[in-house]
């Protein structure tokens, strides 16, 4: 892994943005960003953007799969499916995203995916494990299985973890469940991201979770007490509180675009962290799919239903349609897209002084945009990972 150089292109910073610039990668990291051109190159090799945008590479906090490839599958083709599909969109880091379902299954499912994410080096890179459930409120299931729930017991917690060697990043839990608020400050003594989700949790509660230490929140307005004007619920909790991060799908299903707005209004962009929610059919034909009744699924366009029913079961995203939504959505400027697409997920993390943002001393993970914000190429640690058939030849490959 040597120099390069990527030259005569549009760059977003966290702050502003340098019209025709060119950022120096060695050795996987970023040593220069600067206006103009290069006065000298040297033996670096040199890349021409054309005029393209440069942005952070999208990190994922919430994704199931993708492209045929679940992550909640032990097989490890299954999850090289999902991350080869997701590179391909612009994310260069996620937490790969597990759900209910029967608990020594989740365990076993847990072990394989933490394996393979640290041993398979192919498609994005996995940081770590969200699990979003069991430790949810049976009045907010969603698409899971209330019989398979769990109260926030800890010994069910600690199994979790061990079962994935401490790879868990990230848990989605209900603040009012029995044994909730104990559970969110384990987490947080563990280092562990407490998300606030699938929740019937008032007001009160919520809050209660927040000084717990919960960081994030899983997808904010969908399966949550909503707000209402004499009771705020958890989602007034959450756009009341500027220590949590608010998640969102913004895919124009699971929340109108103008909720994306007042969001934006309420939390500010430094707070709002995009993400997919993805399931393995994002990529795929419309049709049902699922061998089991109860959990047989219909893919219609961008909308993915527990088959006979209304209710959402994740998403067909990827991040770059994130990315391009978020732009349709709302008037943000390209250093404020680079926020909710990639910094604001690196701090949630705590990895912000590694990735989500192009700044010298960072991990060169960065995604080339043409004119439509369609993914061109993507580069992990300064090696192009993917480029799209139509930009191999400007990128030398």
């Known amino acids: 892994m040597g120099t390069c150089v990527i030259k005569n292109a549009r760059i977003a910073l966290p702050e502003h ?15 220069k960003v600067a206006e103009g051109e290069p006065s000298s190159t040297g033996s670096a ?5 054309k005029k393209a945008t440069l942005t952070p590479g999208f990190i994922d906090l919430h994704v199931h799969g993708g492209n045929g490839g679940a992550f909640t599958s032990v097989d490890p083709a299954e999850h090289n499916l999902a991350r080869e599909f997701h590179l391909k969109n612009g ?3 996620m937490l790969a995203s597990t759900h209910t379902m029967e608990f020594e299954s989740l365990l076993a499912i847990l072990k394989a995916l933490s394996d393979s994410s640290r041993t398979n080096k192919n498609g994005s890179k996995v940081l770590g494990i969200h699990t979003e459930g069991p430790f949810i409120s049976e009045h907010k299931p969603g698409a899971h299985v209330v019989s398979q729930l769990k109260a926030g017991d800890l010994s069910a917690i600690q199994a979790v973890i061990s079962a994935t060697d401490d790879f868990v990043s990230m848990v989605t839990i209900a603040p009012e469940i029995p044994g909730g608020l104990e559970a969110i400050k384990y987490l947080l003594d563990k280092n562990i991201i407490s998300s606030i989700g699938h929740t019937n949790a008032t007001y009160a509660q919520a809050v209660q979770g927040i000084q717990a230490g919960a960081r994030s929140t899983t997808h904010l307005f969908n399966a949550m007490s909503p707000l209402a004007h004499r009771d705020p619920g958890v989602v007034g909790a959450i756009l009341d509180n ?18 994306f707005r007042i969001a934006l209004k309420s939390k ?4 709002i962290n995009l993400i997919t929610d993805a399931t393995s059919l994002a990529g795929l034909p419309d049709g049902e799919y699922g061998a089991l009744p109860d959990r047989a699924v219909t893919k219609i366009g961008g909308k993915i239903v527990l088959a006979g029913t209304d209710t959402l079961a994740g998403s067909a995203l990827s991040m770059n349609m994130v990315y391009q939504n978020a732009a349709k959505f709302a008037p943000l400027t390209l250093s404020e ?14 990895k912000e002084a590694d990735i989500g943002s192009l700044e010298v001393g960072k991990l060169a993970d960065l995604v080339l945009l ?11 640690e300064g090696e192009w990972k993917y480029v799209n058939d139509e930009w191999k030849e400007a990128l030398s490959l």
Request: aromatic residues 4%.
């Open 242 to 259: 500027e220590d949590i991060f608010a998640e969102l799908i913004l895919d124009g299903i699971h929340i109108h675009e103008a909720i």
């Open 268 to 271: 500010g962009v430094d707070r």
């Open 91 to 93: 994310t260069t880091s």
């Open 370 to 380: 043409d004119t439509e914000s369609t993914v061109c190429a993507t580069m992990i």
């Open 337 to 350: 897209l680079s926020k909710i697409s990639s910094l604001n997920a690196a701090k949630i993390l705590g």
């Open 45 to 49: 090799v040199v890349f021409d953007a």
């Open 17 to 31: 943005v340098i019209s025709n610039g060119y950022v120096e990668i060695s050795n996987g990291r970023i040593v």
